[in-house]
């Protein structure tokens, strides 16, 4: 079945560091990713997306690109500020409006 | 335009009992799914609605179950709780179309603690 991989952290970065953060998936077909991220105590939010291969979804400094290939995508941010720090969800969405997450990703960032 | 709303945001229910959790999607958004977040399981579908129907399913047992009004909003219900029901349950609303590329918005989650 549909799956998506993600590392597992905590990833501890001290600020202005740079982000990677893997992120890989199995699907039948081709499907949308996205990735999400989560603040304590808050539901989720949308940080960026892609729809096809070789798309690059951005927003706030991050970036994903989807990589059909390698069945990947990946979050990158040149410069992480402690503002940062949260939880980031790697997702998937092959059918209708169902999401197949990560297991979640805590990225801690230090002054 | 306001976000998805849940109500009630924080809620302790005991062992055996059931429970009612509401969403209110963006306006204009017909679909309605739900998630469950434990530390555990991580982020799982439970199901979602689109015109008052139930369109997919996920994998739990026939003691959660959902529904949905003419005005799109939804709500979700647990009977016979258990303590594994403890969880963060979020509330997610998109556009009509099921395209996989579709937006979905989640709201801030109702955390539901069984005691």
């Known amino acids: 079945g549909d799956s998506v991989t993600q590392m597992e952290g905590p990833v501890t970065l001290s600020e202005e560091a740079f982000l990677t953060i893997n992120c890989t998936y199995t699907?039948?077909?081709?499907?949308?990713l996205f990735w999400y991220v989560q603040y304590p105590g808050e539901g989720l939010q949308l940080l960026l997306k892609?729809?096809?291969?070789?798309d690059k979804g951005s927003n706030k400094g991050f970036e994903a690109t989807y990589r059909k290939e390698t069945t990947s995508f990946h979050l990158e941010k040149g410069s992480v500020q402690v503002s940062d720090s949260a939880v980031y969800f790697c997702?998937?969405?092959?059918?209708?409006?169902?999401?197949?997450f990560g297991g979640g990703t805590r990225l801690m960032v230090k002054p | 335009k306001a976000g998805v709303t849940q109500t009630p945001r924080y809620l302790i229910k005991t062992r055996g009992q059931q429970v009612t959790l509401s969403c209110s999607p963006i306006?204009?958004?017909?679909?309605v799914s739900w998630y469950q977040q434990t530390p555990g399981q991580g982020l799982q579908f439970l199901f979602e609605?689109?015109?008052?129907?139930?369109?997919n399913k996920g994998n739990f047992p026939g003691r959660f179950s959902g529904r949905q009004f003419s005005n799109s909003r939804s709500e979700m219900n647990v009977s016979t709780l258990e303590l594994g029901d403890s969880a963060l349950y979020l509330c997610?609303?998109?556009?009509?179309?099921?395209?996989?590329?579709?937006?979905?918005?989640f709201g801030e989650g109702s955390w539901l603690t069984v005691v």
């Open positions: 997610a609303s998109s556009l009509e179309t099921d395209r996989p590329g579709n937006t979905i918005y």
């Open positions: 699907a039948t077909g081709y499907p949308s």
């Open positions: 892609a729809t096809k291969a070789d």
């Open positions: 997702a998937q969405n092959n059918a209708g409006n169902m999401l197949t």
């Open positions: 306006s204009g958004h017909r679909s």
């Open positions: 609605y689109f015109s008052e129907t139930q369109r």
